[in-house]
């Protein structure tokens, strides 16, 4: 499992001051930008120097508690993995360990020039396997 640790910040909350829920998929690809960074294939550098992408085709959250500004809180990713797409699943955890949201993505390799589905390359297969 991939492990992170953010707090709630201002340009993240609505109103009343709670984690805005769009804010969640923002916060959940940021962690997924670190993980992929930890394993050695940033993605910048897949976008820059690969033949493949790793666009999101799916997304979905279920919201199971409130984060409110200043609250710490900890994101944790593990992976689902296929032969060309992977499924990412977040938990969004405050400090009591009360799962506030799980958000879920599912990306899929696709090759750059073509768009067409090709399978997962082996890095990316290496390190996803680390958070199964």
Same mark, same amino acid.
């Given at each position: 499992?991939?492990? !992170? /640790? !953010?707090?709630?910040?201002? /340009?993240? !909350?609505? *109103? *009343?001051g709670i984690l805005f829920f769009s804010n969640h998929f923002r916060i959940a690809h940021t962690a997924y930008e670190d993980f992929m960074q930890s394993i050695g294939c940033g993605l910048d550098n897949i976008i820059r120097e690969s033949n493949y992408l790793l666009p999101i085709v799916h997304a979905e959250a279920d919201y199971k508690g409130t984060l409110c500004l200043g609250d710490k809180f900890s994101i944790s990713l593990k992976a689902e993995i296929g032969q060309t797409s992977f499924a990412l699943s977040c938990c969004f955890t405050d400090t009591q360990g009360n799962i506030a949201a799980e958000i879920r993505t599912i990306h899929v390799s696709v090759d750059k020039s073509t768009g067409a589905k090709i399978p997962l390359p082996e890095e990316v297969r290496r390190g996803l396997q680390s958070i199964c």
């Open positions: 499992m991939f492990k !992170t /640790q !953010t707090n709630v910040k201002l /340009q993240d !909350t609505d *109103a *009343a």
